[in-house]
């Protein structure tokens, strides 16, 4: 699929969302200053290490790195089945991680991008995975955003899916769904289906549900159910989740390529939020795909289609 070239001007003008997903490279506005330095883990916050699996086609997958990152209240087993075919269609090696506060890895009462991103940053060193493309959803979005202005060096390339490098406002269904997971601890459920009739007043949708109570477990036999992420942490973290840690595109610039996915029924990445955008990455390209908030579990082929052809295409 040939790229759609835009200027910078033209994208502030209202765009037709199209039937099918299309791609769309912005030209470059104005020529990045060289980079001075570096930015590494903070001193001040305590990284954590970092629980993740490793998908690489049976041993098959030689190629450099990719490491995916899920979104707020996920966990890299929302990434097995996307990861597996990424591996095979690329023969590269796939790393889903679990977060910071999610998953199978450890809780800190810290959760912001600079933290989260300090994480990842020393599981690519730990782990020695150079030329990694860095790929997140939502939270993980900002992410590897953050990482690739910080400190470009980190990674060949990004796939931010559904999020922008702007502060804005969570969709309402977090802070719900965040007072919900709360209401199913304080139920002690004995059961998954307790705890899904508690989680229904606050989250309509089963899919959507069954995603948020993959986080039950039971920590012994005969003991109610409860959330293995700290749900109290999460839920204060919310406002840091709606915010971006750059706010100058003329101080931080990420130059290499940069494949922004956003769902068309989502409202996460607006038509106005692509011209910074293009600031802080003047070679990205837009991908559209038919799809809301949670375009990876929405249309995982699309999504893979998606990303192999990007990851394909020669460097300029």
Not at 30 to 37: D, Y
Not at 199 to 225: G, H, I
Not at 254 to 270: C, D, M, Q
Request: aromatic content about 8%; charged content about 25%.
């Amino acid at each position: 699929m040939r790229s759609i070239v835009r200027s910078l001007q033209s994208i502030c003008a209202p765009l037709l969302l199209p039937e099918h997903a299309m791609r769309m490279r912005l030209l470059e506005a104005t020529r990045a200053p060289a980079w001075s330095r570096s930015f590494h883990a903070s001193t001040s916050l305590r990284v954590v290490d970092l629980a993740y699996s490793v998908h690489d086609n049976k041993g098959g997958a030689k190629g450099n790195p990719v490491v995916i990152i899920h979104g707020l209240f996920g966990s890299k087993k929302n990434n097995r089945s996307v990861s597996n075919a990424l591996a095979r269609a690329l023969d590269r090696p796939v790393y889903a991680i679990d977060t910071r506060n999610h998953g199978d890895s450890p809780h800190n009462k810290v959760h912001n991008y600079t933290a989260i991103a300090d994480d990842v940053e020393a599981f690519l060193k730990k782990h020695n995975l150079k030329d990694a493309t860095l790929i997140g959803h939502s939270m993980g979005a900002k992410t590897v955003m953050t990482m690739a202005l910080r400190n470009p060096d980190c990674c060949a390339n990004i796939i931010p899916v559904d999020n922008a490098p702007v502060d804005a406002a969570l969709s309402s269904d977090f802070p719900r769904y965040a007072e919900g997971m709360q209401r199913v601890e304080h139920s002690k459920p004995k059961s998954q289906k307790e705890a899904d009739e508690v989680m229904q007043s606050y989250a309509k949708d089963l899919p959507v549900r069954q995603f948020l109570l993959t986080n039950l477990v039971r920590p012994a036999p005969s003991e109610p159910l409860k959330f293995r992420i700290p749900v109290k942490i999460l839920t204060d973290a919310l406002d840091n989740m709606a915010d971006f840690p750059f706010t100058d595109p003329d101080e931080r610039r990420f130059n290499k390529r940069a494949l922004f996915v956003r769902g068309t029924k989502s409202h996460y990445v607006s038509d106005e939020t692509l011209p910074i955008i293009g600031r802080f990455f003047p070679r990205f390209e837009l991908r559209d795909i038919e799809a809301g908030h949670w375009v990876i579990s929405e249309k995982p082929e699309e999504f893979i289609n998606a990303v192999v052809e990007f990851l394909q295409e020669k460097d300029d």
